[in-house]
């Protein structure tokens, strides 16, 4: 794969190619987790779990030297190559239980911490994976509740916070649903759904360069008619 040429500070156009190799070793996970569960009957639950976990095999980008090409034109070229130059711990925690004070009422909740640690091998050049934090959140909880009032009516509500991604630049934020179900028959009923009610839109992801775009998701609301056949 080449990329399209940039300027370089030589006044030369530069092209990364981007190649495979066949000496590249798939990806391998080794994970330990423990956990333990606490149940009140019916009532309520918790469960804690904890984890670690080795990656090896990681890929890399290796630079190559570059190298001056005079035929079609002039031009640098650089060499990117897939390596195996990665390796990284894991860690984490979940934390999740529910609790229904009444039979009509119930409450559930989680929360997760992840934190990961980068070793780059001493020879490589991919400077960039030595701070990788995997993409993702170190820590995440939710909250939701369900409660049926009345015969024929269910109501919901959802609070939900991520963490920032750090290596993407992804504001941490917060997330409230909320959502009211009205029953007018065995198999059809009527919904009122709201999404994302704390702000008019937020980022959860971004891309890198033109292979993936960052996208704001916005604050909804609906009405549906559900009908069970």
């Given amino acids: 794969?080449?990329?399209?040429?940039?300027?370089?500070?030589?006044?030369?156009?530069?092209?990364?190619?981007?190649?495979?190799?066949?000496?590249?070793?798939?990806?391998?996970?080794?994970?330990?987790?423990?956990?333990?569960?606490?149940?009140?009957?019916?009532?309520?639950s918790i469960d804690v779990t904890g984890y670690v976990g080795r990656y090896d095999h990681l890929l890399t980008r290796e630079t190559g030297i570059p190298i001056v090409q005079f035929v079609p034109s002039p031009r640098i070229v650089v060499t990117s190559l897939v390596a195996n130059e990665l390796e990284a711990t894991t860690r984490g925690l979940e934390?999740?239980?529910?609790?229904?004070?009444?039979?009509?009422?119930?409450?559930?909740?989680?929360?997760?911490?992840?934190?990961?640690?980068?070793?780059?091998a001493p020879g490589s050049q991919d400077l960039m994976a030595a701070t990788s934090d995997g993409d993702a959140p170190r820590a995440q909880w939710q909250l939701r509740t369900t409660v049926s009032p009345v015969t024929r009516l269910t109501c919901g509500a959802a609070v939900f916070h991520v963490g920032p991604l750090e290596q993407l630049q992804v504001a941490a934020y917060t997330r409230v649903d909320i959502n009211a179900e009205w029953s007018l028959a065995r198999r059809v009923s009527i919904m009122v759904i709201g999404q994302n009610l704390l702000h008019a839109a937020h980022a959860e992801f971004v891309g890198t360069g033109s292979v993936l775009l960052a996208t704001q998701i916005p604050r909804s609301a609906s009405v549906r008619l559900r009908w069970v056949f």
Avoid at 95 to 120: C, E, K, M, N
């Fill in 1 to 44: 794969m080449v990329y399209p040429p940039v300027p370089s500070p030589a006044g030369l156009p530069l092209f990364v190619v981007f190649e495979g190799t066949p000496a590249t070793r798939t990806e391998t996970l080794v994970d330990a987790e423990a956990g333990y569960r606490i149940e009140i009957g019916t009532v309520a």
């Fill in 95 to 120: 934390i999740a239980g529910y609790w229904t004070p009444v039979p009509s009422w119930r409450l559930d909740g989680s929360y997760s911490t992840f934190h990961v640690t980068p070793q780059l």
